[in-house]
C-alpha cells in the first residue's frame, strides 16, 4: 500500500513538472513609435493587439516609449532582449536600423519590425501593409461623397510609405469621380511630422479654404489639428489606422483602417504556437489587413459601391496603385480621357 502511495506521489509529481513546462508564459515586449501611446493612430492599434494577446494567448506584455527624437530606440530593445523577452516588436520603420543591430546580438530572440523590411535575419519577421488598397477604399467615399469635387490629403512625413496611402487615395476617388481635384501636403520631412497637430490644422484649414470639404490624413497624432479644422469649418475628415470615427463622430465620415493590431497579435499567436515566421509578411484587403470603418455617416448606397470595389480589389479586377509609376498606369487603364 506504501509503495502505490509513494507511486502516486511520484506521478503527481512528475504531472505537475510537466504541466509547468507546458504552460511557459511567453513574454512580449513592444517599442512605439514616435507620438508614443495616445495618439488614436499608428501606435495605439499596436497597443490594441498587444493588449488582445495579453487577454486571450494569456500572455506577458510590456510596452516602452522612446524618448524624445527617438534616440533611445536601440537601447528599449536591447533591455528588453537582455530581460530575455521572448518576441520584441519595434513600431514603425524607423525601427529598421536598431532592430537589425540587436536582432544579431540575440539570435535566440525573436524579433518583429511595423512597416519596415529587414531580410536575412532568420529571426526577424517584417509586418507590412497594403496601406494603398485601403486608401483606395475611402478614395472611393470622398469621390463619392464630396459636394465641391475637391478633396484633401494631409500626410506626415514625405515618404514612400505614405505616399502608399496618398496614391491610393487619390487613385479611388479619380476612380467613381473623374471630376475630382485632390490637394496635397505633407507636414514635414523627419519623424517629428507625425506628432506635429498645429501644423496639421495648418495645412488643413488652407485646403478647406481651397475648396475641399473632405480631407484625408496619413500623419499620426498630427492628425487631431485635421480633425480640429474639420469641426471649425463646419467640413469632413477620414481618420487613419485606427476607427477614429469616435474622436468626432459629426466630422469623421470613415477611418483607412491599418491592422496594426492584427499583425501584432498574429505574430504573437505564432510565437506562442511555435510557428514563428521570418521574412516578409503582406497584410492587405484579401486578409484583413486593411479596411474601412464604417460609419453613421456613410450612406447604404455608398457601402454597397465600397463593397463591390472591395471584392473588384481582392479578385484582381482592379489594381491599385502604390507610386507615382503605377499611377501612371492605372490612369491609363482605368481612367476615361
Known amino acids: ?3 502505490i502511495f509513494v507511486l502516486f506521489l511520484i506521478l503527481s509529481f512528475i504531472g505537475l513538472m510537466s504541466i509547468g513546462f507546458s504552460a511557459k ?4 515586449g513592444i517599442v512605439y513609435d514616435v507620438g508614443g501611446r495616445g495618439d488614436k493612430s499608428f501606435n495605439d492599434a499596436a497597443y490594441t493587439g498587444l493588449q488582445r494577446a495579453i487577454k486571450v494567448l494569456k500572455v506577458e506584455g510590456k510596452d516602452l516609449e522612446p524618448g524624445p527624437g527617438g534616440a533611445n530606440r536601440e537601447e528599449l530593445l536591447r533591455t528588453l532582449a537582455e530581460q530575455n523577452y521572448d518576441l520584441v516588436i519595434g513600431v514603425g520603420f524607423l525601427f529598421t536600423d536598431a532592430i537589425t543591430a540587436v536582432a544579431k546580438d540575440f539570435p535566440k530572440v525573436k524579433f518583429a519590425i511595423v512597416d519596415g523590411v ?8 517584417s509586418l507590412v501593409f497594403n496601406e494603398h488598397e485601403g486608401s483606395f477604399l475611402v478614395g472611393v467615399i470622398a469621390g463619392l461623397m464630396t459636394k465641391s469635387n475637391v478633396i484633401g490629403f494631409v500626410g506626415g512625413m514625405d515618404m514612400p510609405l505614405i505616399h502608399k496611402f496618398e496614391v491610393g487615395y487619390k487613385a479611388g476617388a479619380m476612380y467613381v469621380n473623374p471630376k475630382v481635384k485632390v490637394l496635397i501636403n505633407y507636414i ?3 519623424g517629428d511630422a507625425f506628432k506635429d497637430p498645429v501644423k496639421g490644422k495648418e495645412l488643413a484649414l488652407a485646403q478647406y479654404k481651397q475648396g475641399a470639404d473632405i480631407i484625408y490624413h496619413a500623419s499620426g497624432a498630427s492628425g487631431e489639428g485635421v480633425f480640429e479644422a474639420a469641426k471649425e469649418t463646419n467640413k469632413y475628415a477620414i481618420g487613419v489606422d485606427s476607427p477614429q470615427s469616435w474622436i468626432m463622430p459629426d466630422r469623421i465620415i470613415t477611418s483607412m483602417l491599418k491592422r496594426v493590431d492584427v499583425a501584432v497579435y ?3 499567436k505564432d510565437v506562442k504556437e511555435g510557428n514563428f515566421k521570418s521574412g516578409i509578411r503582406v497584410f492587405g484587403l484579401k486578409n484583413n489587413g486593411v479596411d474601412y470603418e464604417k ?6 448606397g455608398v457601402i454597397q459601391k465600397v463593397e463591390q470595389i472591395k471584392k473588384d480589389i481582392i479578385a484582381g479586377k482592379i489594381v491599385v496603385p502604390y507610386d507615382d509609376k503605377t499611377f501612371e498606369e492605372f490612369k491609363a487603364k482605368y481612367l476615361k480621357k
Open 188 to 190: 514635414g520631412v523627419t
Open 295 to 300: 460609419t453613421k455617416l456613410l450612406p447604404l
Open 118 to 125: 529587414i531580410e536575412g535575419l532568420p529571426n526577424v519577421s
Open 266 to 268: 498574429e505574430t504573437i
Open 1 to 3: 500500500m506504501r509503495k
Open 25 to 28: 508564459t511567453i513574454r512580449v
